[in-house]
């Protein structure tokens, strides 16, 4: 069982910066991948980054690439989510998500097992 709690959300103007947070608890040692997800309204969820816990290695949306950088405190069971050069399109709910194996298909949303309940991102122009 492993609980997950986002934060760091908030109101921005485009080219600003935000850090999101997922504070994991709970048995921790069995997520083998973390993820950042992201949904608007009327959109189906969508898989913006994601992390092996293991070995660090990440991967991206072709439409963060550059701008986003997701990372890991092993000692305090976070992850983070660096946004930068927010643009409008990147308003959405935000979530951070476990699954308990190393996904070949990491923007898969059925490959994770927990979900937090989400923060909210929102980019003005």
């Known amino acids: 069982q492993v609980q997950l709690v986002e934060s760091g959300g908030g109101s921005v103007q485009a080219g600003g910066s935000l850090r999101l947070s997922c504070a994991a608890s709970g048995d921790t040692y069995t997520s083998r991948c973390m993820g950042w997800f992201r949904q608007a309204p009327g959109k189906e969820r969508e898989g913006v980054a994601a992390?092996?816990?293991?070995?660090?290695?990440?991967f991206y949306a072709d439409s963060v690439k550059g701008r986003f950088t997701i990372s890991q405190d092993n000692a305090k069971n976070t992850v983070y989510l660096q946004m930068n050069s927010l643009k409008p399109e990147d308003t959405a709910m935000y979530y951070c998500a476990a699954a308990p194996w190393y996904t070949g298909s990491w923007q898969n949303t059925l490959e994770y097992n927990y979900w937090g309940q989400g923060t909210q991102v929102t980019v003005s122009s």
């Open positions: 992390i092996y816990t293991s070995d660090g290695s990440t």
